[in-house]
């Protein structure tokens, strides 16, 4: 079992910034992959971002590159999404999950999530 806790996630203004954490505990080393996904009201969750347990190779959607960051802390068990020059289309509840498989990932790979936590982005 993996057990994942979001934090960091409200409400800013366009432009603005904001830092999601994923804590894992549990049989993390079971997993290859962990990433960031998000869901909008009305729509179907998507990839955001998401890197291996091992290496440093990142993959990021297309809407998001150049703006979000994702990074771990192995010795917290701890990933990060830095979310930087938000848009309103940003806007969605955000989740971290941990799976296997190739990236980008669909979220059929990933088999633990996180509660997710709501960003909000206001225009």
């Known amino acids: 079992q993996v057990r994942l806790v979001e934090s960091g996630g409200g409400l800013v203004q366009a432009g603005g910034s904001l830092r999601l954490s994923c804590a894992a505990s549990?049989?993390?080393?079971?997993?290859?992959?962990m990433g960031w996904f998000r869901q909008a009201p009305g729509k179907e969750r998507e990839f955001v971002a998401g890197?291996?347990?091992?290496?440093?190779?990142?993959y990021y959607a297309d809407s998001v590159k150049g703006r979000f960051t994702i990074s771990r802390d192995n010795a917290k068990n701890t990933m990060y999404l830095q979310m930087n020059s938000l848009k309103s289309d940003d806007t969605a509840v955000y989740y971290c999950?941990?799976?296997?498989?190739?990236?980008?990932?669909?979220?059929?790979?990933?088999?633990?999530w996180g509660q997710g936590t709501q960003v909000t982005v206001s225009s």
């Open positions: 549990g049989r993390t080393f079971s997993s290859q992959i």
């Open positions: 999950g941990t799976g296997w498989g190739n990236l980008p990932a669909s979220a059929e790979q990933f088999d633990y």
């Open positions: 890197m291996r347990w091992s290496g440093t190779s990142t």
